[in-house]
């Protein structure tokens, strides 16, 4: 974290300087390489490593698991052996994980009432 | 853009086709080092350049130069200028850039509720 910390924020009076703290690391967080797509498809229920490939089309393997991994340091998801042979992993959104569709789906609002063309 | 935007989007039923191939460029895009707190502050009110410098200390030249530049290409700011010698400028968020607000303001709430420490 660095100096953008001190930033003074007021927005609608929920932002206390502990979420001011917060909100820089964190928008950049959701908006690291193929951040947002990922959380986006666990939203709609968990899964295996090798669904998560096939329905992000154009993410590499490594980018994945690095995600994964980040996902998982910052508590927004876990992972759930599945009680089978061989075993399979699935990955699920925590409950914080699951909150985020709020985040999510106020940018699908904004999208649609304010962009007709993509964003470069 | 690429594969990416095949992805197919149900949630909430406000994502349509051009939603779900704006959504994976528009959360990076403001996800980008920076963009965050360069929207928050303008949601404050236009500002010229030197003000945003000094309200987000460690940001560099460099990247609010080339960060204003997106977002005016992306037609979320535009640049006032003052009727003054010698010529000032402001930024300021055009509609679609202030109505970036109710985003950044689920943001602020997730934070708000579901997280105790910073993401790193």
Not at 64 to 72: D, F, I
Not at 85 to 100: D, H, M, Q, S
Request: positive net charge; proline residues 2%; glycine residues 4%.
């Amino acid at each position: 974290m660095n100096d953008s910390n001190q930033f003074n924020c007021s927005i609608k009076k929920i932002a206390t300087q502990h979420i001011c703290h917060n909100f820089h690391s964190t928008i950049e967080f959701i908006g690291r390489r193929w951040m947002g797509l990922i959380v986006f498809t666990l939203l709609k229920g968990p899964k295996r490593y090798f669904e998560l490939l096939e329905e992000i089309p154009g993410i590499s393997d490594r980018l994945l698991t690095e995600r994964l991994k980040e996902l998982e340091k910052e508590g927004l998801i876990e992972k759930k052996i599945l009680n089978s042979t061989p075993r399979k992993v699935e990955y699920e959104l925590t409950a914080a994980g699951k909150n985020l569709e709020e985040v999510i789906f106020s940018l699908l609002k904004w999208i649609n009432e304010n962009r007709k063309t993509n964003i470069e």
